[in-house]
């Protein structure tokens, strides 16, 4: 058989690994940051009427434009939006590669600041885009000070900021995203794929959106939404962003199936975010429980906690995985990132961690 070296592969994929977060079939799921929580029942069951209805024209192509689907995005989002400024994909990974495909490419350069949402680079190499990975002030803060003068000095094409940040859960000051768009020409995505568990007083980027038509704000279906196996992700921005979009993604990208059963789950906003105030209630647990016993979590405005204080976190990860909960090791040494999932789960997940004893580095490391 012929090994993936012997292809004549393009060669700034050579050596590369895809992205892979192991998909193991455990009694407690807490690693890659789904909303552990089905979906109402009644919700399900208008989706499964409108995709009813859906499948009986799907011998045609659908609505390119997802029209309806962006109207009720743009409603969702408020913002004085409309459904000029939205644009939709599947999955908000897919909008940030179409985004990369209009803006990137052979010669450019996005900027990102380390750790963060490991798909970035991963897209920037898929595009020939030159990934450059700016660094962070402590605590995985990121300054107005530090993020312009990376700007300043790497002069990127476009810049992905990430808020809250996957995987440390900082959020971003809305002085930090304003000043890195006033210190650049280029494209200043801002990824709010988890805005929602911020809680409603939370600042995001879509205020900043009137007059900054360069700025684009990216959201997803899949998190709060409980929607991540539909694959609905979306971004607000200029309308004349849309328009470099629609030069790069595939004609019909979005199916007929997936426009109605996203557009039927927005009729129901309120029910598919009921448990955003319960998860959020888990995930300050964690951060309490965990400070408790010796862990160091840092701050967040997401669904998931970042710990440090972990003294091996392959023999930790493998000891929780024994008793059937999986979490992520995201590879920054002595350190574990958890999802925060139903009351039981995470029960299950602060009993497993507790019955391993104190952590033994300090938490000062
Ligand atoms: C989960 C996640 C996404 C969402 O990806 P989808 O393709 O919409 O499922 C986007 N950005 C970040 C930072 C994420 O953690």
Redesign the pocket.
């Known amino acids: 058989m012929t090994s993936l070296n012997d292809l004549p592969l393009r060669d700034n994929l050579r050596g590369l690994v895809p992205y892979g977060a192991p998909q193991l079939h455990v009694p407690v799921a807490l690693n890659v940051?789904e909303n552990t929580h089905p979906i109402p029942e009644a919700v399900a069951h208008h989706i499964v009427a409108s995709l009813a209805r859906a499948v009986l024209t799907v011998n045609r192509y659908p609505d390119r434009e997802f029209t309806e689907l962006r109207e009720s995005l743009a409603n969702y989002l408020g913002h004085g939006l409309t459904a000029e400024n939205i644009w939709a994909a599947n999955?908000?990974?897919?909008v940030l590669q179409q985004v990369l495909q209009a803006f990137g490419g052979p010669g450019r350069t996005l900027l990102g600041f380390d750790p963060t949402?490991s798909?970035y680079s991963i897209l920037a190499s898929g595009t020939d885009t030159r990934w450059v990975a700016g660094e962070r002030d402590a605590d995985y803060e990121l300054s107005a000070d530090t993020a312009a003068a990376w700007v300043a000095k790497t002069q990127p094409d476009l810049v992905f900021l990430?808020s809250p940040n996957?995987p440390t859960g900082t959020p971003l000051a809305l002085e930090t995203i304003a000043a890195v768009y006033d210190a650049t020409d280029g494209i200043v995505v801002v990824?709010e794929?988890?805005a929602e568990f911020g809680g409603a007083e939370a600042p995001t980027a879509l205020s900043l959106l009137p007059g900054r038509e360069r700025l684009v704000v990216?959201r997803?279906m899949?998190?709060a939404f409980a929607f991540?196996g539909a694959?609905v992700?979306y971004l607000a921005a200029d309308p004349a962003v849309t328009d470099a979009l629609r030069l790069v993604r595939l004609p019909y990208h979005l199916s007929a199936l997936t426009q109605a059963a996203a557009t039927a789950a927005l009729d129901h906003t309120a029910e598919m975010l009921a448990m955003v105030d319960d998860i959020r209630v888990q995930r300050d647990r964690i951060v309490t429980e965990l400070r408790d016993l010796g862990y160091r979590p840092y701050r967040t405005g997401s669904n998931f906690v970042l710990f440090g204080g972990v003294e091996d976190p392959g023999a930790t990860f493998t000891a929780l995985l024994a008793e059937g909960v999986l979490i992520r090791d995201i590879g920054i040494p002595n350190h574990l990132r958890v999802s925060a999932g139903t009351e039981a789960e995470t029960t299950a997940f602060l009993a497993a961690i507790s019955r391993l004893g104190a952590p033994t580095v300090s938490r000062a490391e």
Do not use: L, P, Q
């Open positions: 940051n999955g908000s990974n897919e949402y798909m990430c996957n990824d794929a988890y990216s997803t899949s998190k991540a694959r992700g």
